[in-house]
């Protein structure tokens, strides 16, 4: 498995404002993706953040709102920006350690839009 | 894409009886399936899956079964416990084509006392 960290835990923001997740593995990892969980909803893929290149992004979600970046194989930042209330979420990064299938998630963060 | 329905939404049950929830998948070279449980307020957390090459995998009170001609995939919970309770979510990959899991919409579980 992998030991994942996310910082913030949670947060409040104001609107049109900006903030950066980051997601901290203490492993090597192929391949890390950040997911979006709405209340009361299922995961929903945001981007497949590659290391060395621009992220891979899912229907719905773009880059000028969603910029990842991707330095090194243990970590990931993604970014949202000019928040509007629609972007209370959790944010959850996810890990996929060496070739096998299996994934696993951080602890998420809690963001609150007002 | 894949797309992955899963039922029922909301399942509630005695403690003591087993819980069933079954998912379907539409692509049908998908090949591994994995199974999330996940508490109030905590990360989704990896409980059991299962890969094409293979009909049932059991781990304790927990199994899960797979029909790859139907393409659906069910998760059998025994002896329900009080701490069962979460919401558990079915998943479906595709490896070495899309490689991204595809969540179900998930389905919450009460244990009755």
């Known amino acids: 498995s992998a030991v994942i960290s996310q910082k913030p835990s949670r947060d409040i923001c104001q609107r049109g404002t900006s903030l950066t997740i980051q997601c901290q593995v203490d492993?090597?990892?192929?391949?890390m993706f950040w997911y979006r969980q709405q209340p009361g909803q299922s995961l929903t893929l945001i981007a497949t953040?590659?290391?060395?290149?621009?992220?891979?992004?899912e229907s719905g979600f773009v880059i000028d709102k969603f910029p990842i970046s991707r330095p090194n194989l243990t970590f990931s930042t993604l970014t949202v920006s000019n928040m509007s209330p629609e972007d209370s979420s959790i944010y959850l990064c996810?890990?996929?350690?060496?070739?096998?299938?299996?994934?696993?998630f951080g602890p998420g963060t809690r963001l609150l839009v007002l | 894409g894949e797309n992955v329905e899963q039922h029922p939404s909301t399942l509630s049950v005695q403690e003591g009886d087993s819980a069933v929830i079954k998912c379907t998948y539409s692509?049908?070279?998908?090949?591994?399936f994995p199974w999330y449980k996940q508490e109030l307020g905590k990360r989704p957390q990896l409980i059991i899956d299962?890969?094409?090459?293979?009909g049932e995998k059991k781990d304790q009170r927990i199994a899960v079964t797979l029909n790859k001609t139907a393409k659906h995939f069910s998760l059998h919970i025994t002896e329900t416990q009080p701490e069962d309770s979460a919401v558990y979510f079915c998943?479906?990959?595709?490896?070495?084509?899309?490689?991204?899991?595809?969540f179900g919409k998930g389905t919450r579980l009460h244990i009755l006392p």
């Open positions: 996810s890990v996929r350690p060496g070739s096998q299938e299996t994934q696993y």
């Open positions: 492993s090597q990892v192929t391949m």
């Open positions: 953040a590659n290391q060395g290149s621009e992220a891979t992004y």
């Open positions: 692509d049908s070279a998908s090949n591994y």
């Open positions: 299962i890969r094409s090459n293979v």
């Open positions: 998943a479906a990959l595709l490896m070495n084509r899309d490689d991204k899991i595809i």
